[in-house]
């Protein structure tokens, strides 16, 4: 098949099966992960690992119907990879690092082996829902590849079962030609004949990444392999992007909150990273000066 690079957006589809008894999120998400690369500068362990959590904080924020609600994807690890971070902000943003960017191993075939790089560790999605603190569920990983991980997380955490396949393919350059996944989930009245028909056509599927480089439409994939004589219906397209809300301005707040104390024991520039798009903001000497003018102005003690 024809690859179609040239049309390839990023993109969320939610939908429902079988007369409401399955829900379903599929992206594209080859140009968010792309984006991730080049900011991070990643490795193509760290890629693939932060790529296949981007696209699980895509999917797993498009269940959430409130638009002021977000949802972060946490992986602790012990391993060589330590794990990433990925935050999903309605409507399709996501944003995210990975905590050992440098990391390759000289055996080529060890960099795709995710589970074992990352060992014993959690995974913890936090949901903040504008309560009075965030809901968080943690885990232990099952595997390290993600998505058995996030399926894990929602049988256990929320008794939802449920279908997750994450993917990140590389060429040799490292370049991402696609990047994607699926999360389809089995509702309350859903019937075991219909189960079962899901669970078969999921298991002939080849891997999804491999589909979206050789130029298939999800709704192709969705109709002739995912629900396979089976009836859907997309009900959303949303477009998805990696978007960073940081400024300037949130880095002098961010100061501001160290305090007149800790401010005047600065000395020179100091020179904030942000973590999700590496940005760096410089603040000179008299930059200080003014924040601290202006804690001054309103009161505010050294502490």
């Known amino acids: ?43 193509p362990a760290p890629g693939l690992l932060l790529g296949r959590t981007l696209t699980a904080a895509l999917l797993m924020g498009s269940t959430i119907k409130d638009e002021s609600n977000s949802l972060t994807v946490n992986i602790e690890a012990e391993g060589a990879l330590k794990g990433c971070i990925a935050i999903y902000e309605p409507i399709g943003q996501v944003r995210g690092y990975a905590k050992n960017v440098t990391f390759f191993d000289e055996t080529i075939s060890n ?9 014993a560790g959690t995974l913890s999605i936090i949901k903040d829902l504008k309560l009075k603190a965030p809901v968080t569920g943690t885990i232990e990983l099952l595997t390290g590849e993600v998505g058995d991980d996030i399926a894990s997380y929602y049988l256990n955490s929320e008794q939802v079962p449920s279908a997750v396949s994450l993917g990140v393919l590389f060429n040799r350059e490292g370049k991402v030609l696609a990047a994607g996944g699926y999360l389809i989930q089995q509702l ?67 100061l501001r909150l160290l305090g007149k104390a800790e401010l005047k024991s ?12 590496n940005k760096q903001y410089d603040f000179s000497p008299e930059d200080i000066s003014r924040i601290i003018s202006s804690l001054e102005e309103k009161g505010e003690s050294d502490d």
Not at 219 to 241: R, V
């Open 1 to 43: 098949m024809k690859r179609q690079m040239a049309n390839r957006k990023d993109i969320v589809l939610r939908g429902m099966a079988c007369n409401n008894q399955f829900r379903f999120f599929v992206a594209d998400t080859t140009g968010i992960v792309q984006t991730a690369m080049e900011l991070h500068k990643l490795a």
């Open 111 to 119: 960099n795709w082996q995710i589970g074992k790089l990352l060992g």
């Open 188 to 254: 309350p009245a859903a019937d075991p004949k219909n189960v079962d028909k899901l669970r078969s056509n999921l298991a002939e599927t080849p891997y999804i990444t491999d589909l979206l480089d050789m130029g298939t439409d999800w709704k192709e994939l969705l109709e002739c392999m995912i629900f396979k004589q089976m009836d859907f219906t997309i009900m959303e397209e949303i477009p998805a992007m990696y978007h960073c809300p940081c400024s300037r301005e949130r880095f002098a707040r961010a």
């Open 266 to 277: 600065m000395t020179g520039c100091i020179s904030p990273v942000c973590h999700y798009c």
